[in-house]
């Protein structure tokens, strides 16, 4: 008997895609033709976390608050969103702020990791300061079923529902949550990748949607960063519609994360568990 395919839910607290653009006028090179086209705007986002600098990122100005909850969490700077105490935001136009504030264990181990990493010579690796930073320790999932092959059918095409600011004037990356009944619950937008997620997370612990038997989806390639998000999230299944890295197949396989890739024209393609390992 045919499984039926899960219908979508509708887009939870949808941002209008004019929030995030705005439209800008253009001439072709040789100056023959002009017209005007929406463009995703990006502020600079300073993050202070009990008075102290850490980060300043570009994003794109929507659901600021979700990007910092998940921002904290998939960074490892907290562990759990109880962590967060307070978390106000400033400023307008290209250049915001964000001042959080923190409970004193969560601050006490930031301030350590930032007295180890003084001194040491930068990696370069994903913008932190030392190998063992981009390497982290993370625990292993207790593993999960993959999902059944119906929940991806057409993905691609009913994901769009839930990228506004992407339909309007693309640029953007998108991360969207699917419950564990195979409903598409959520969406969040931004022009980088793992803001997109960050926002995605953070809108989850926020609106107190369950992860249980749910997986993330995200539209762009998944390398080692996205896989470490989703574990510090505990949520035990990903799918890319993009391929993934090495490193990316073997953090998943390690920590029982389900890793799977939507590719635009076959069936989707299961990395993680490995074939040796599936029943």
């Not at 980060?55 to 794109?60: E, F, G, I, S």
């Not at 073997?250 to 890793?259: D, E, G, I, S």
Request: proline share 6%; net charge negative; aromatic share 6%.
């Amino acid at each position: 008997m045919n499984a039926k395919r899960p219908t979508c839910a509708a887009p939870a607290l949808e941002t209008p895609a004019p929030a995030a653009s705005q439209t800008y006028s253009f001439s072709t090179l040789d100056y023959t033709e002009s017209d005007s086209t929406a463009l995703a705007e990006e502020v600079a986002l300073a993050i202070a976390y009990n008075g102290i600098s850490q980060a300043v990122m570009l994003v794109t100005p929507t659901d600021l608050e979700d990007f910092i909850v998940g921002f904290s969490l998939g960074s490892g700077i907290i562990e759990d969103a109880t962590d967060i105490y307070d978390l106000q935001l400033s400023g307008s136009g290209p250049a915001q702020y964000a001042q959080v504030t923190i409970a004193n264990r969560a601050f006490w181990n930031l301030k350590q990791q930032r007295r180890q990493l003084a001194g040491t010579s930068g990696c370069g690796l994903c913008g932190v300061e030392a190998v063992e930073q981009a390497l982290p320790d993370l625990k292993v999932l207790p593993g999960a079923p993959l999902p059944p092959a119906e929940w991806l059918d057409g993905l691609r095409q009913r994901i769009g529902a839930f990228q506004p600011l992407g339909q309007h004037c693309g640029a953007v990356h998108a991360a969207v949550f699917m419950n564990g009944r195979g409903e598409l619950l959520l969406g969040r937008e931004d022009i980088g990748r793992h803001n997109a997620l960050d926002k995605l997370i953070g809108g989850l612990i926020r609106q107190n949607i369950s992860t249980s038997g749910g997986l993330a989806i995200v539209t762009s390639r998944c390398s080692l960063e996205l896989i470490q998000k989703v574990l510090r999230a505990g949520i035990q299944t990903l799918v890319s519609l993009s391929a993934p890295t090495g490193l990316a197949v073997q953090w998943a396989r390690r920590h029982n994360l389900n890793l799977i890739h939507l590719p635009q024209k076959s069936a989707p393609r299961v990395y993680s568990p490995a074939l040796e390992n599936q029943a």
